[in-house]
């Protein structure tokens, strides 16, 4: 019998860690670090760092090379076939390491339940238990660094990706819009003199950046800002709010 433990990790500082998080990763026999390549080292040797700073006895750590999900036109086919993928690799190293069974814990960024696959990814393992241990997420993050509240007065807030903003633009029902995983900077299809924005990449980390202000002031400067950025490190993870403009 395997229990999966998915921990939420924040945005990497040990700092954002819950009490219950740093139990679980203790309590776990083996614990899964996905690499990403090169460009991307910072990310496993933040999931490195944590285990060093909050483990208190002798847990395997086992690292593994995620694969790549193809770029195709069938958008969710191909994400389902990258999920399946991953799920097998969880499967071989828990077949080699834990034969007998035990608790395997992995480190997931934010909360495992929000624009997160890891739950779609654990359901795939037959006879596996799944516990999740929430995490601070991306969007309080956000707000928290800028000082400011998620909605405005009664009124509503959408969640969404840059995919889905770039191709079907500002939705109807949203005062407010929270946008993640968006890499091409899709607040350019929309109206800028009509919206603020609130950016922020690597929240919680030493290289945290801020930007806020009127879109049509500060959406040039978030662009060119997030690619020196990403040119700098190799990678970037970043979210932003948008918010229409009142009157005046």
Known sequence: MISIDLIGIGTGNPDHLTRAAEKAMNMADMILLPRKGDAKSDLVDLRRAICAQLLT???????????????????VGAVRDWHDAIAGLWMEQIALHLPNGGRLALLVWGDPSLYDSSLRIAARLPGATVRVIPGITSIQALTA???????????????????????????????????????????????PEDFDIWWGAYL?????????????????EIISCRAELRRQHGWIMDIYLLRRRGPG
């Open 57 to 75: 006895r002798d847990v395997k750590i086992v690292e593994f090379n995620m694969p790549r999900r193809t770029d195709r036109s069938d958008y």
């Open 145 to 191: 660094a800028h000082g400011i509240c998620l909605n405005d007065l009664a009124q509503p807030v959408l969640v969404t990706t840059g995919r889905r903003l770039g191709q079907q633009g500002w939705p109807a029902c949203a005062d407010t819009l929270v946008v993640m995983l968006d890499g091409h900077c899709a607040f350019q299809t929309l109206l």
């Open 204 to 220: 919680g980390l030493p290289q945290e950046r801020l930007i806020h202000g009127p879109l049509a002031i500060k959406g040039d």
